[in-house]
């Protein structure tokens, strides 16, 4: 259980797989213009970590990995060069998935999502969370724990991105540094504060 938590504490802050990888740079500088979108956004990428990265967890484990035939009598297959296809289009099909559950059963949520929802797909930080659990070698409990702290991270990211930016639309900024430049020395300075939690010990 501590193993757990602890891993829940370094994906959301220490490991933030935004501010300490910088994955999902894309849609974090795209989005965090308004406020309401990047919530929308955030809690839509932390729905789909939570999902992707076990069922990622599940196919390299009981597909992909070395020996991870033997169940069906071939000990010795190695399906692993087909990593990143599968996990690419298990993304893709859970994010298509949740699209159509959410327009059938929540137009209205779906309505606030629905832009959204599609970039989902293509966020590298989606990817990245399940290579990184094969590069861990999390268990299953673990995979599923890593992938809701690094959606609960990437969601604290961006609203707290989407704040800042909203504050400074009343600073007097120089005209050199407005737009691109400021929002990359505020990622910048947001990352070195993130890495501060790096002094918690559990």
Request: glycine share 10%.
């Amino acid at each position: 259980m501590e193993n757990l938590i602890s891993i829940l504490l370094n994906s959301v802050f220490v490991g933030n797989i935004l501010l300490a990888y910088f994955l999902g740079m894309c849609s974090f500088l795209a989005i965090s213009k308004n406020l309401d979108t990047a919530v929308g956004l955030g809690f839509a990428v932390i729905f789909v970590l939570t999902l992707t990265t076990p069922v990622n967890w599940l196919i390299y484990h009981f597909l992909l990995a070395p020996g991870a035939l033997a169940w069906a009598g071939l000990p010795d297959v190695n399906l692993g060069f087909l990593k990143l296809v599968l996990f690419i289009t298990t993304i893709a099909a859970i994010v298509q998935a949740v699209e159509m559950v959410i327009d059938r059963y929540s137009p209205v949520l779906y309505s606030a999502l629905g832009v959204f929802l599609p970039l989902i797909s293509v966020n590298c930080a989606i990817l990245g969370a399940s290579l990184f659990m094969v590069e861990r070698d999390y268990r299953f409990s673990e995979s599923v724990v890593y992938g809701v702290g690094s959606g609960i991270g990437w969601c604290l990211a961006i609203v707290a991105m989407a704040a800042i930016q909203q504050k400074l639309r009343y600073a007097d900024i120089p005209k050199g540094l407005q737009g691109f430049g400021i929002n990359i020395i505020t990622t910048g300075l947001m990352a070195i504060g993130f890495m501060l939690f790096a002094g918690i010990s559990l």
